[in-house]
């Protein structure tokens, strides 16, 4: 995640391999799609005799890396019924459980199901660059699609996006013996951050979305200064902007920097536009592809109602397609990127159920 990709141990090339190997098995067709040197998502169609248009099952192949995991990261340990290692839960689990049913469907061949397109994509975890590629060639056809994240087998129909962006503030930085002679771009930006608090509580109290809540905006990272003796030349902050359906992730940054120029003229403020940005989720929950996720949950293991989370998901930018999606998967986003990540094996065994009963409905 986020580093420089090299090495034959670095990166999703050896996965998409066996991938590939796993799939051409069971008598899907397989494309790639490059989206860096040694980075392909693999596409792999299943259909047979009576099979319907497809769905999509979505899974991505990367990781986060494996620093300072207290448990072997890749010895897929199962422990008092938890498997544990680097994935298990984002989103191996939910990868293997997509691979478990399309090995029963393609043994079964049910009449009048879906064919199945699975889509495994790289760069999830950093860069969204493999759903990017995926949606600009959408399987034809497809009636919605399914991402396969840890919801513990709830239909997620809705996520907040994402904007990140940074603001400095510029001083003149000097020895701190004399520090007249400077100015301090740490105290520039004291009155920067204030505002931001206030603004991050009339933006959340402003508007709300049924299973989402309000939008939200946070400071997480400040730096500044070089050295307790220098006074500060510059100041820098990175703002986390979590964003509603129907909010542009531009239009959100431009606001909040319209606010702090009002606020503070001529205070010689530099604000970046965003580096990263994501729209919301927002699939109707009465839509075809939420009916038949919950049908199939409920038909499994009993209740389930459609929810929203807070965290981003490949699911945004395939519903920004134009593919319907829900995120729909095994395991508990508490235990992802988590130094002892694990899931539960019934509970991976409970999806796979899902995902073979969904496809069956969506027929
Ligand atoms: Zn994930």
Not at 122 to 127: H, K, L, N, P, R
Not at 323 to 331: A, D, I, N, Q, R
């Amino acid at each position: 995640m986020g580093r420089g990709i090299g090495g034959p141990a670095i990166g999703e090339e050896r996965i998409t391999a066996w991938l590939e190997a796993f799939l051409v098995r069971l008598g899907a067709r397989c494309r790639r799609q490059a989206v860096e040197p040694g980075r392909d998502n693999l596409v792999a169609e299943l259909s047979w005799p009576g099979a319907g248009r497809p769905i999509v099952l979505e899974a991505h192949q990367d990781t986060v890396p494996v620093d300072g995991m207290t448990v072997p990261p890749f010895d897929a340990e199962v422990r008092a019924g938890r498997l544990y290692g680097r994935g298990a839960c984002d989103v191996k689990g939910g990868m293997a459980a997509i691979l478990a049913a399309l090995e029963r469907l393609a043994a079964e061949r049910p009449k009048g199901a879906a064919s199945v397109v699975a889509a495994f994509t790289v760069d999830e975890e950093s860069g969204f660059t493999g759903v990017r590629r995926l949606a600009r060639d959408l399987p034809a056809g497809a009636a919605f699609a399914v991402v396969a994240e840890p919801t513990r087998l709830e239909v997620v129909v809705a996520h907040k996006g994402l904007a990140r962006w940074r603001v400095r503030t510029h001083g003149r930085s000097c020895h701190s013996a004399r520090p007249a002679e400077g100015v301090n771009a740490v105290y520039r930006m004291a009155p920067v951050l204030s505002a931001l608090e206030e603004y991050a509580a009339v933006l959340s109290a402003g508007s709300s979305h049924p299973l989402l809540g309000g939008p939200t905006l946070s400071v997480g990272v400040i730096r500044g200064g070089t050295s307790v003796n220098t006074v500060p030349g510059s100041c820098e902050i990175e703002i986390d902007r979590r964003l509603l359906p129907g909010e542009d992730p531009a239009a959100a940054v431009d606001h909040c920097r319209q606010f702090l120029f009002d606020r503070f003229p001529a205070s010689g403020l530099e604000i970046e536009p965003a580096w990263i940005s994501d729209r919301a989720l927002d699939t109707p929950p009465d839509s075809e592809a939420a009916r038949v996720c919950l049908a199939a949950v409920r038909k499994v293991r009993g209740g389930a109602e459609p929810v929203g989370v807070p965290y981003g998901t490949d699911a945004s930018k395939l519903a920004d397609a134009g593919l319907p999606s829900v995120v729909l998967g095994p395991g508990d986003i508490a235990q992802a990127h988590t130094a002892d990540e694990w899931i539960e094996v019934a509970e991976l065994e409970r999806a796979v159920e899902v995902y073979v009963e969904l496809v069956k409905l969506a027929g």
